[in-house]
C-alpha cells in the first residue's frame, strides 16, 4: 500500500480510503451488496483480482469484516467502515452539484444503470410478482437486454431471459434512461422524446415509474454551468 509518511489524520485515512475502487467498494457494501458477485455487478468494470486484493486491504485496515456462512464468503462493514457512510454521501452530494451530468459515453454502462435501479425499487408498490424486459438498442449487443423479476417480496435482475411472460417492455438508450435515474428527464419528457418506450398494460405502465425510488443523488440539484 503506498504512504505518504505524515501523522496527519487525512493523509493516513486517505491512504485506505482514496484507492482506486476502494470508495467505489464502500458505495457497494452501504447499499447492502454482501457478496463477491454482487460487489462486482454494482462496479463491472472492476477485475476479480483487484476487488479480492481491495476486500483484504480493507479487512486488515479494520473496515471490512469477512464472514463464513453456508452460501460462502460474505463482507460486511465493520463499525469504522460504517462510519464512512456521510463521508462517502457527501461525495455523492459533491459530485452531483459541482461535476457534469452531460455523462460522456464512457461513463454510461446499462450493467451498473440496471443494477441501481432493481435494489431500488419501492417494494410496497408493487401489487404482484411482474416480469420487466430491459432493452437498450443503443448498448454494445452483449449488455443490450435484461429482465427484472419484481415482487412485494424482492427484486432480482436477469441476465437471461427466466422464463414465462414479459408483464411490461422497456426500449430506451442508456442515456435517457440514466437521465431520468438521475432525476435530470422526466418520464414524461423521456416518452414524449421517443427515446424511451414503455409497452404493456396501461395499469403497469400507469404504475412503473411509481416503483421507482430514483438514484440516491438525484435530488440533489448541480450547480449550473458546471464543467469538466
Not at 21 to 49: H, K, Q, V, Y
Not at 67 to 89: K, N, S
Not at 164 to 193: H, K, P
Request: proline letters at 6%; aromatic letters at 8%; charged letters at 25%.
Amino acid at each position: 500500500m503506498d504512504r505518504y509518511g505524515e501523522f496527519c489524520p487525512v493523509s493516513m485515512a486517505a491512504e485506505i480510503f482514496a484507492r482506486r475502487w476502494t470508495p467505489l467498494i464502500i458505495r457497494e457494501l452501504l447499499a447492502g451488496s454482501t457478496r463477491f458477485n454482487d460487489l462486482r455487478r454494482g462496479m463491472p468494470s472492476i477485475t476479480a483480482s483487484v476487488l479480492s486484493r481491495r476486500l483484504g486491504e480493507l479487512a486488515v485496515a479494520g473496515v471490512v469484516e469477512r464472514r463464513e456462512d453456508e452460501g460462502g464468503a460474505q463482507y460486511v462493514l465493520t463499525a469504522a467502515g460504517e462510519e464512512l457512510r456521510p463521508v462517502v454521501e457527501q461525495l455523492g452530494v459533491w459530485g452531483r452539484r459541482w461535476l457534469p451530468t452531460e455523462y460522456d459515453e464512457q461513463d454510461l454502462d446499462p450493467r451498473l444503470l440496471v443494477w441501481d435501479i432493481h435494489r431500488n425499487i419501492q417494494l410496497d408498490e408493487v401489487p404482484r410478482r411482474t416480469l420487466i424486459e430491459l432493452y437498450f438498442p443503443d448498448a454494445r449487443a452483449e449488455y443490450r437486454a435484461y429482465w427484472l423479476i419484481v415482487a412485494p417480496n424482492g427484486a432480482e435482475v436477469c441476465l437471461t431471459h427466466p422464463g414465462g411472460d414479459v408483464d411490461l417492455r422497456l426500449s430506451s438508450s442508456v442515456q435517457t434512461l440514466t437521465n431520468v435515474w438521475m432525476g435530470d428527464l422526466s418520464w414524461t419528457a423521456a416518452l414524449r422524446t421517443g427515446t424511451l418506450k414503455l409497452t404493456g398494460p396501461d395499469d403497469l405502465r400507469r404504475a412503473f415509474p411509481r416503483w421507482l425510488k430514483l438514484n440516491l443523488f438525484a435530488s440533489v440539484r448541480p450547480v449550473a454551468n458546471a464543467h469538466r
